[in-house]
């Protein structure tokens, strides 16, 4: 039975789109509502896009229900995990890092049923704002980010959930930096 509330595909906006009645732009929503890079809503979105523009996959929105992050033009499905020591509230100590939601169920909307949770990506990306001062944070700073990639096969591996960044760092391939990430996924990609 079709369903009878599908969705059009989503466009990628510029920013510059006006909304009416506001007299403003969509660039004046999203300052609004994303500007704190410390916000673990928002840094998050910032280490996807980034790990989707080192890939040259953020030509597409980003699709908040996907099974992964990051789909490249050639299918390769990534998921991304980032973590900072720092928040956007007051804190007695840095935050410890754990990278949670390794695995999850795909939901299957013709039938509204989500199948087991399993590690749907071919690649993981473990992504660290490392700043440790306030005075120090610039998220948009790629050298300040540290990443650790990982096929798929040595996640699912471990069966678990969540990873501290100690077994990250056990287990995945770097830290990289940002400007060789690309070729680090590719590489964790290839068989």
């Given at each position: ?14 920013g510059s ?7 403003c732009s ?5 300052s ?8 673990n809503?928002?840094?998050p ?8 523009r080192?890939l ?6 980003r ?28 804190q ?15 939901l299957?909307a013709?039938?509204?049923t989500?199948?087991a ?11 660290l ?5 306030h005075?120090d944070?610039d998220?948009?700073?790629t ?19 969540q990873?501290?960044l100690s ?12 400007t060789?990430?690309a070729?680090a ?7």
């Open positions: 039975m079709p369903l009878p509330f599908v969705p059009p595909p989503t466009q990628l906006l510029t789109e006006t909304i009416p009645g506001a007299d969509v660039a004046a929503f999203w609004w509502a994303m500007s704190d890079l410390r916000s809503t928002t840094r979105l910032l280490a996807e896009f980034l790990v989707a080192a040259g996959a953020d030509h597409r929105p699709i908040e229900w996907d099974s992964c992050d990051v789909i490249t033009s050639k299918g390769l499905r990534v998921e991304v995990k980032s973590g900072g020591y720092l928040q956007s509230w007051q007695h100590s840095l935050s410890r890092i754990i990278f949670g939601g390794l695995r999850a169920g795909i299957d013709s039938t509204n989500t199948t949770p399993d590690y749907n990506a071919d690649v993981y990306v473990f992504a704002f490392g700043a440790l001062t005075d944070y998220a948009l700073d050298t300040a980010w540290q990443f650790w990639v990982a096929p798929r096969e040595i996640i699912a591996a471990t069966q678990q959930r990873l501290a077994r990250v760092r056990q287990l995945a391939r770097g830290p990289i930096e940002y060789d990430l070729q996924i590719d590489e964790a990609a290839a068989p």
